[in-house]
């Protein structure tokens, strides 16, 4: 890696691909950086770039082909039960009742029926990824497939993602996240949901506060290890 303005660039990038300037954007855009904060740094104009970018990932679809393959929910446990939940779950197979259930767990019987609803809940939505929709924003998505790029390549550096968050996400977080990867705005997954927009909010920034970033960005950059990582 060659270091550069404080940045630290591939020695050599796939020919006809992304330039050294457009990965060192993209390694920006992971890590949180605004076109502001890019452009004090490096003399190349962000926007420009992310037009670029945005162009010459038109015709890849690896991204897309990668989506098709996945079978499961990003940072969803396999069984994406919390551990109260679990023991509810369990005790309620095995044949014993509410109060049973209640007494064994030092708990009040209002909250096991509590716990119940949100065990059916949970089985009645399943862990389904959503249909893939994509946004409606060009540059938006051309971002999101030269960060899907620059990550399967191993072309920027991702450690500085928390890559395992501190909490599972919920189904209902984890499928805003994959929204974003599939490049759609707030609003758009408010739609495709049938929420408000400040539930989708709600639901982003309790998966930044999950993953310990700050930006939207660096929440679709980890999204798309992730991906990365299951369909690999």
């Not at 996945?70 to 095995?94: C, Q």
């Not at 599939?182 to 930044?208: D, F, H, M, P, W």
Request: proline residues 4%; charged residues 25%; contains cysteine.
């Amino acid at each position: 890696m060659a270091e550069r303005g404080g940045l630290f660039l591939p020695e050599t990038v796939a020919s006809g691909v992304l330039s050294p300037q457009e990965i060192s954007l993209i390694q920006c855009v992971v890590l949180g950086w605004t076109n502001r904060e890019y452009e004090k740094l490096d003399s190349g104009d962000a926007k420009y770039l992310r037009n670029c970018i945005a162009e010459k990932m038109m015709g890849d679809t690896s991204f897309e082909e990668r989506l098709m393959r996945l079978s499961r929910l990003p940072f969803v446990p396999e069984n994406h039960l919390t551990p109260m939940e679990g023991r509810v779950a369990f005790l309620t197979e095995a044949g014993f009742r509410r109060c049973e259930i209640a007494r064994m767990m030092d708990m009040d019987p209002s909250n096991v029926s509590h716990y119940k609803k949100r065990i059916q809940g949970k089985k009645d939505r399943g862990v389904e990824v959503p249909p893939i929709e994509y946004g409606l924003s060009v540059n938006r998505f051309g971002m999101i497939r030269g960060i899907h790029y620059a990550v399967s390549e191993g072309l920027i550096d991702t450690t500085l993602l928390k890559l395992e968050p501190e909490k599972p996400l919920s189904l209902n977080e984890s499928r805003t996240m994959l929204m974003l990867c599939y490049g759609l705005s707030k609003s758009e997954i408010a739609a495709a949901t049938k929420q408000s927009e400040g539930t989708v909010k709600t639901y982003c920034n309790r998966i930044r506060g999950k993953l310990g970033v700050g930006r939207e960005y660096q929440i679709i950059s980890a999204g798309i290890v992730e991906i990365v990582r299951l369909t690999s």
